[in-house]
């Protein structure tokens, strides 16, 4: 089930959940639920402590969730991220010593990217799935449809900003493979432990192609 190329990614589910974990010990019941309501590909983003002892924890314990390491800015955290067992790497932006240490990891990887200057420098060095992010900030979907246009063999998984109302608005064009969303995993939830009210917006989520 893991994805052997970046394209693959964008198969998995419409939304990928863009999670931010204070507590490795809410990790796997987080995942659970999150694929009980239809989306595997979960993104646990490296901006706590607890985020790679989380990837490591659903990598090893929940076999039908497809997880990956978010927030990757550094070439030591794509290593790291990748030895504890992330399926994919996304990064917030990219640079040339980046962009080749997630690609020496052998794992699937989205640079981030924000201008289409920023996608041609990643065309050039063979790489066509993109993130694009902070996607609110940066143009949103204007932006994308724009980009379209002279970019058409790049597609993109648009996060920051994207919202259950206007994340089918993203997915309705031709150059977004999916898009990245943090509303799927709200921190009282979390805290809660209510996992039926994950799997609930998981389940919307999972619905928003179709």
Known sequence: MKPQTSHDLFALAPVVPVVVLDDADT???????LVRGGLPAIEVT??????????????????DAVVGAGTVTTPEQAAAAAKAGSAFLVSPGCTDRLRGAMADTGVPFLPGVATASEAMALLEQGVDALKFFP????????YLKALSGPL????????GGVTPASAPEYLALPNVGCVGGTWLTPREAVEAGDWDRIESLAREAAALRG
């Open 27 to 33: 990790a796997v019941p987080l995942a659970r639920a």
């Open 46 to 63: 490296l901006r706590t402590e607890a985020g790679l002892a989380s990837i490591e924890r659903i990598a090893a314990e929940v076999p």
């Open 135 to 142: 996607a609110e900030a940066a143009g949103g979907r204007a």
């Open 152 to 159: 058409p063999q790049v597609r993109f998984c648009p996060t």
